[in-house]
């Protein structure tokens, strides 16, 4: 049973970090890619982040360049999105995914297993 469980965010102020983990399971993570969603209230979902096999290939929605890092270790089966200096405008829930196949992509038509994901708040 292929599972995604995401975890690590909360509240934060804003210029805050915090760190969100996708732990997955039922599949090696070493023949896919993963990548970070999120949604804010009246919005469409936004390709974050993703990550190829071995780090070797990432990309950055230009909202989140300079300020956000996606790394994985496919050791744990688990993905982190590293979120520093966070605006208000972050705050949305975050979701990670797995792709049909191994190509990093930002697009969410090309993943077919979602996590159930976990909300951040940047607010004073």
């Known amino acids: 049973q292929v599972q995604l469980v995401e975890s690590g965010g909360g509240l934060v102020q804003p210029g805050g970090s915090l760190r969100l983990s996708c732990a997955a399971s039922?599949?090696?993570?070493?023949?896919?890619?993963i990548g970070w969603f999120r949604q804010a209230p009246g919005k469409e979902r936004e390709g974050v982040s993703c990550?190829?096999?071995?780090?070797?290939?990432?990309d950055y929605a230009d909202s989140v360049k300079g300020r956000f890092t996606i790394s994985r270790d496919n050791a744990k089966n688990t993905v982190y999105l590293q979120m520093n200096s966070l605006k208000p405008e972050d705050t949305a829930v975050y979701y990670c995914?797995?792709?049909?196949?191994?190509?990093?992509?930002?697009?969410?038509?090309?993943?077919?297993?979602w996590g159930q994901g976990t909300q951040v708040t940047v607010s004073s």
């Open positions: 039922g599949f090696t993570l070493d023949y896919y890619a």
């Open positions: 990550i190829n096999i071995s780090n070797v290939t990432t």
């Open positions: 995914a797995k792709t049909y196949g191994s190509s990093c992509s930002r697009l969410s038509h090309e993943y077919n297993y």
